[in-house]
């Protein structure tokens, strides 16, 4: 029997020292209260709450996620909505790695949660939370069905010809090796909401969405059915981002090896945590680059050059694979507020049927909207993400 249309869900997202939470109502996207609990496993977690437009914080010691789900708990029952009241239907759990066995939301069982544990070779810095949170989550909400939604589902669509690395087949097969696609339940949320907004069918619809916050993702969409994505076996593969340098030559490990004697942990670390904007320009946050860009720093504008140039890159490469493009749209927090980096992507694309409108792109709006001349063939749009009531939406439907 399906959950009544007002029906809450607990939208839970474990990270490895996190504990990110929302509480909302799937069918009309109302957030009851929302908030983290961060720096698990140190000395001092920061504990945020966020309800009814007031915000709560305090520190406190958080040493597992069994304790970060007991502070989020206090939480509720400090400043509300109170939990037990609130009828939850459900509770849906963020997995960053499905492996290539999981392509649709499932309701976790043992079996499933031992699967979400061996995958977690595929994703160290991100399966084991959420193993974690789920377990905890479990044990203080034992009587509704726990929902895991994977962040690579949505790209177990890919073609062999896509998803296939060009290494031994023996051992790819063996080791599960090959392209599996990251942020997907961001990109099945946008490129449904572009559907909706411009009132057409999903699967008319040629699509390019740009994921571009920390992390950052493309992907290639055909009538709602993902062809292509940037990310690869592990969230390191693609383009540029806030700390990771995106594709690089595969010999730079052995190279710096040789070089400088780096171990393989220590080039890895450097790939995923000191690269992308911050080694360029010694910041991540584009907030930040922007103001390095307004004085005239020479790192920063090089720093934006190299991001630019990738987006570019893969741009083509899908406009390629798909034929024809309908519509390209930007997310998540750079794509959502960052005009330049909008401007910079489609210049000198026009040819290509790519025309913005330099007004409307540097307009700030929280809603989604077109960004494009009346003129350009291909629809160019910004469309806030929302995870959370994805995952909202995807928990509910399996109750």
């Given at each position: ?44 977690g920061l504990i945020t ?46 997995v960053v790695h499905g ?245 910079g992507t489609v210049q ?52």
């Amino acid at each position: 029997m399906s959950a009544a249309p007002g029906a809450p869900v607990l939208v839970l997202n474990s990270g490895s020292s996190s504990l990110k939470y929302q509480l909302l109502i799937p069918a009309t996207a109302d957030v009851l209260a929302a908030g983290s609990v961060e720096k698990i496993g140190e000395s001092t977690g920061l504990i945020t709450h966020r309800v009814a437009g007031e915000s709560f914080s305090s520190e406190d010691a958080v040493p597992d996620h069994d304790a970060a789900l007991a502070a989020l708990i206090r939480q509720f029952a400090d400043h509300g909505p109170d939990l037990d009241d609130a009828g939850i239907v459900a509770v849906g759990h963020r997995v960053v790695h499905g492996g290539p066995d999981f392509s649709a939301p499932v309701v976790v069982d043992d079996a499933v949660l031992s699967e979400i544990s061996e995958l977690s070779a595929l994703a160290p810095l991100h399966n084991p939370g959420a193993v974690a949170g789920i377990r905890a989550a479990q044990g203080l909400f034992p009587r509704v069905p726990h929902v895991a939604v994977f962040d690579t589902a949505f790209f177990t669509s890919l073609s062999p010809a896509a998803y296939t690395y060009a290494i031994p087949r023996e051992l790819a097969e063996r080791h599960r090796i090959r392209r599996y696609g990251m942020h997907g339940t961001s990109h099945q949320y946008v490129s449904q909401t572009v559907a909706t907004f411009l009132g057409g069918e999903l699967r008319d619809l040629n699509q390019i969405v740009l994921h571009l916050g920390n992390g950052c993702s493309a992907s290639a969409i055909r009538g709602g059915v993902a062809i292509d994505t940037s990310m690869g076996l592990t969230p390191l593969q693609g383009l540029v981002m806030g700390t990771r340098s995106g594709d690089v030559d595969p010999s730079l490990h052995s190279f710096l090896n040789a070089q400088l004697g780096m171990s393989i942990g220590e080039i890895d670390t450097m790939l995923n945590k000191e690269s992308g904007l911050k080694g360029l320009s010694g910041v991540n946050d584009f907030r930040e680059l922007e103001k390095l860009l307004a004085a005239g720093e020479r790192t920063a504008q090089l720093a934006l050059d190299v991001y630019v140039h990738r987006l570019k890159h893969y741009l083509g490469a899908y406009l390629v694979q798909l034929g024809r493009l309908d519509t390209l749209t930007f997310t998540a927090g750079v794509g959502e507020n960052t005009p330049a980096v909008r401007a910079g992507t489609v210049q000198g694309l026009a040819g290509l049927g790519l025309e913005l409108d330099p007004a409307l792109n540097e307009a700030r709006s929280k809603v989604a909207r077109v960004i494009s001349t009346p003129s350009s063939r291909v629809t160019i749009l910004v469309v806030p993400t929302d995870e959370e009531l994805a995952i909202g939406r995807q928990a509910i439907a399996l109750t």
